[in-house]
């Protein structure tokens, strides 16, 4: 199977600063990938790439095989949902339609009208009338209707309330099972990845620190907690990705595939947002590689 995305070495400067650095990964078709990191680490660059809306510095990168943004068939495999969900505030629904039919060539309008239908949503209603939540699901029709093979999404939920942001999620969740949708969705809520999402990359200063199958990377994550100790006594086996010490107590998040036998240690499962955190946390992380899945 064609992977959805595929980068080495990938990098992208503006002026003097490097926006992504070094970034390496492997993604296969067919999973619903969640891009966590805080602001300024390089998201919206590696999303705008992956679209071929912009190219790379160094490296390259390839989606379903493709260069991005190549040819016309390249980019028809592509749906992009842009952070602010843009649409065009003096045009009916209809007239959106009407205009991804002419810039797409497989589009899909039966399944975009059955769509709006089904959200409630008045196609002779202009945009700029219609509320934060139904504009995004208007941005997202228009990236499903076009019937692509991997749809990417930059924080499309980031400015909608709790209620229009679950009932987002739950369309692009039925959209992907419905139609078999590779997707790459970049958001800063955790919850809604946890939901989501069966794939996960955490970017952070620009670089990829970790990458992988939700599954595979919450079973191989462990919190420690314990006597006071330093990290260089723990076994060569097992990565520290963060660690924390008081007086009595050392508190570490390991990676490790093998069992874990140290008596003295309480160990604890990660959740989702435990283990992003870990990751993201620069001021209580140690030095360590990147852990791509590639690498493994």
């Known amino acids: ?53 912009l190219a790379p510095t160094t490296g390259t990168i ?3 095989g493709g260069r991005p943004g190549s040819d016309r068939a390249q980019m028809g495999k592509v749906g992009f949902v842009a952070q602010d969900t843009p649409t065009y505030a003096g045009l009916t629904i209809t007239e959106h339609l009407k205009l991804g039919a002419k810039l797409n060539p497989r589009w899909d309008d039966a399944l975009a009208r059955e769509r709006i239908e089904r959200l409630g949503l008045d196609p002779a209603q202009r945009a700029g009338k219609l509320s ?81 199958e939700v599954e595979e990377l919450l079973a191989t994550h462990h919190r420690l907690t314990g ?7 723990l076994p060569a086996d097992q990565q520290v990705i963060s660690a924390s010490h008081t007086d009595r107590q050392s508190t570490f998040i390991i990676r490790t595939e093998a069992p874990i036998h140290d008596p003295a240690w309480t160990v604890s499962q990660l959740s989702l947002e435990d283990l992003v955190l870990a990751y993201m946390n620069t001021t209580a992380r140690t030095h360590h590689r990147p852990v791509l899945e590639a690498q493994r």
């Not at 064609?2 to 070094?22: E, F, H, N």
């Not at 009932?167 to 139609?179: I, K, N, R, Y």
């Not at 006597?227 to 006594?233: A, C, L, M």
Request: aromatic share 2%; charged share 20%.
């Open 132 to 212: 934060g939540g139904q504009r995004a699901q208007l941005a997202l029709t228009l990236g499903i209707a076009k019937r692509p093979e991997l749809l990417i999404l930059d924080e499309p939920v980031a400015a909608l309330d709790p209620l229009a942001r679950r009932e987002f999620m739950q369309g692009l969740l039925e959209a992907t099972v419905e139609h078999e949708l590779s997707v790459v969705l970049s958001s800063h809520l955790v919850s809604d990845l946890e939901r989501t999402c069966d794939y996960l990359i955490v970017l952070v200063d620009s670089r990829v620190q970790v990458a992988g």
């Open 227 to 233: 006597p006071q100790r330093d990290t260089g006594r």
């Open 1 to 53: 199977m064609t992977a959805a995305l595929q980068a080495q070495g990938l990098g992208r400067r503006y002026g003097k600063r490097w926006a992504l650095s070094d970034c390496t990964l492997d993604i296969p078709a067919g999973h619903v990938v969640g891009l966590v990191g805080p602001n300024g680490a390089g998201k919206t660059t590696l999303l705008n790439l992956a679209s071929g809306q």
């Open 62 to 64: 390839r989606v379903l």
